[in-house]
């Protein structure tokens, strides 16, 4: 296997948990491939701990341990 195919298709899920530990988030998540995505950006959290990436509408959430 090479290093481009150990890596995750980006964007293919539309929906991440995530916890504070991963603070500060961003989209495409690490261990995705980089070339065939849109560019790097970091998820702002509301109150509820929700966020969206603004490119590809992949919703984030915020839990608890």
Not at 7 to 16: G, H, M, Q
Request: negative net charge; charged residues 20%; aromatic residues 10%.
């Amino acid at each position: 296997m090479t290093a481009q195919e150990s890596l995750s298709t980006p964007n293919a899920k539309n929906c991440y948990e995530v916890t504070q530990n991963d603070v500060p988030v961003h989209c495409p998540m690490p261990g995705s491939s980089l070339w065939d995505s849109h560019p790097r950006v970091y998820i702002a959290f509301n109150k509820n701990g929700e966020g969206k990436c603004p490119y590809c509408a992949a919703d984030y959430h915020l839990k608890e341990k």
